[in-house]
T-cell receptor, first 118, second 111 residues
Framework: NAGVTQTPKFQVLKTGQSMTLQCAQD?????MSWYRQDPGMGLRLIHY???????DQGEVPNGYNVSRSTTEDFPLRLLSAAPSQTSVYFC?????????????????FGPGTRLTVL | GQNIDQPTEMTATEGAIVQINCTYQ??????LFWYQQHAGEAPTFLSY????GLEEKGRFSSFLSRSKGYSYLLLKELQMKDSASYLC????????????FGKGTKLSVIP
């Protein structure tokens, strides 16, 4: 298993450009999420999905869109990049939410995408 | 709302024991996680507590007191490779997989 993969590893954008950060997992996890990590701010949830076709907003969703057409893929789109979106972006996934009671089910993180917006 | 506090930085000596504290105030509680994150890398899972008490896993232990909104991560026999950030995260709602993370504690292990 490759686990959670993210592409690209590094990206530099100009203000106003758009791009898509790719995330894929091969563990058949239902839950997937996107975080951004900034110095002194910790990990903050951008968007999440509890299954194909279902997405919802997290703590800091503005300027980002997501979709979940398959269980495996959860891309994050930056519509019009701004310098404030310079950050490290992590995708994560967890086991099926259909199991009850929810037990340990930790989130598995991808290696991250380091994005700079000039 | 969710509020999770942990110290920003700590320094400890190789071979010693260090305790990293985490306090939380959340609207609901359904588990507390500790993650380790080396510089430039992704977070990796260390431990999980949902009931009060101590969970031990090798050199690492984690403690939870739900009534006090308090947890700690205990690292024994510190090694240089333990130099990393340690992230406390709380799952607030039953049936939810959303985690709220603290800002992390950067631990430096010195010889």
């Amino acid at each position: 298993n490759a686990g959670v993969t993210q592409t690209p590893k590094f990206q530099v954008l100009k203000t106003g450009q758009s791009m898509t950060l790719q995330c894929a997992q091969d563990m058949n996890h239902e839950y997937m999420s996107w975080y951004r990590q900034d110095p002194g701010m910790g990990l903050r949830l951008i968007h999440y999905s509890v299954g194909a076709g279902i997405t919802d907003q997290g703590e800091v969703p503005n300027g980002y869109n997501v979709s979940r057409s398959t269980t495996e893929d959860f891309p994050l789109r930056l519509l019009s990049a701004a310098p404030s979106q310079t950050s490290v972006y992590f995708c994560a996934s967890s086991y099926s939410i259909s199991r009850t009671p929810i037990v340990r089910d930790e989130q598995f993180f991808g290696p991250g995408t380091r994005l700079t917006v000039l | 709302g969710q509020n999770i506090d942990q110290p920003t930085e700590m320094t400890a000596t190789e071979g010693a024991i260090v305790q990293i504290n985490c306090t939380y105030q959340t609207s609901g509680f359904n588990g507390l996680f500790w993650y380790q994150q080396h510089a430039g890398e992704a977070p990796t899972f260390l431990s999980y507590n949902v009931l009060d008490g101590l969970e031990e896993k090798g050199r690492f232990s984690s403690f939870l007191s739900r009534s006090k909104g308090y947890s700690y991560l205990l690292l024994k026999e510190l090694q240089m490779k333990d130099s990393a950030s340690y992230l406390c995260a709380v799952r607030g709602k039953a049936g939810s997989y959303q985690l709220t993370f603290g800002k992390g504690t950067k631990l430096s292990v010195i010889p």
